[in-house]
């Protein structure tokens, strides 16, 4: 690590989640993991700690300081929950489901009729959690997949959840996203800024990301410091 590159603590949360209707059946999505475990793989690289929480997904898990590997929306929760105090910057990455079956069944349901009804009910909100519940107070990333309307549906979730970074791309397109090796994403920041990244491998993108989050970090402890100083100043 460079001598003026200081270590700092991610949470990088990755992947699907799965909700289970019966012992062989879940609720899930498209998401394969492979940006969440790039992003935790460039904080590695660049001398930082990581701790990985993963739904289920066929990737190795880099050699993380901590990786926990979970299942449902509210496993997820409970991991984050334990966890993220510790960290400078917490990446929610994972595509967390929004519902989970009402019930589960304990057998395998039968095919006996032509329609079948599911009862859903929501699942909690990991992301919007972070700062009132889990009283986080570092560099929060969130990731939005959007399929219309990118940048005013990044900028509401940006401000509704209380981002410091929003990163969005457009799942729609069939080259970029759900399980390709390859993304393309435009970074908003909360004070209104905006960067776009080019289409590139998922691994150079989250590179850019980590360096961008670095950033955010050392300006959060500067004016901190800064701010720490004029109040000793003043009390002396």
């Known amino acids: 690590m460079s001598e003026d590159r200081k270590r700092m603590r991610f949470l990088v949360t990755a992947g699907p989640t799965r909700e289970p209707i ?5 609720l899930s999505n498209r998401s394969s993991g492979k940006m969440g475990y790039a992003l935790a793989l460039a904080a590695l690289n660049r001398g930082h700690e990581v701790v990985l929480i993963s739904g289920p997904v066929a990737l190795k898990s880099p050699a993380v300081a901590e990786s926990i590997s979970v299942e449902t929306a509210l496993e997820m929760f409970a991991a984050v929950e334990s966890r993220i105090q510790s960290a400078d910057a917490a990446i929610f990455c994972a595509a967390v ?3 989970r079956p009402v019930s589960v069944a304990e057998e395998k349901i039968k095919k006996t009729a032509d329609h079948m009804q ?25 990731f939005a997949a959007e ?5 005013s549906h990044a900028r509401g979730k ?4 209380g981002c410091d970074l929003l990163v969005a791309n457009d799942v729609s397109r069939s080259d970029i996203g759900f399980g390709s090796e390859k993304n393309e994403v435009t970074l908003f920041f909360s004070d209104g800024d905006r960067l776009h990244l080019a289409c590139a491998s998922k691994q150079e993108i989250a590179e850019e990301v980590i360096r961008e989050i670095e950033k955010l970090i050392e300006d959060r402890k500067g004016a901190s410091e800064k701010a720490s100083s004029i109040e000793l100043n003043q009390a002396e």
């Open 118 to 142: 599911l009862e859903l009910t929501r699942n909690p909100d990991i992301l919007g959690s972070a700062r009132e519940q889990f009283g986080f107070r570092g560099i929060l990333v969130g």
């Open 97 to 99: 489901a929004d519902y």
């Open 158 to 161: 940006l401000r509704r959840k």
């Open 147 to 151: 399929t219309n309307d990118l940048e």
């Open 22 to 26: 019966d012992p062989v059946r879940f």
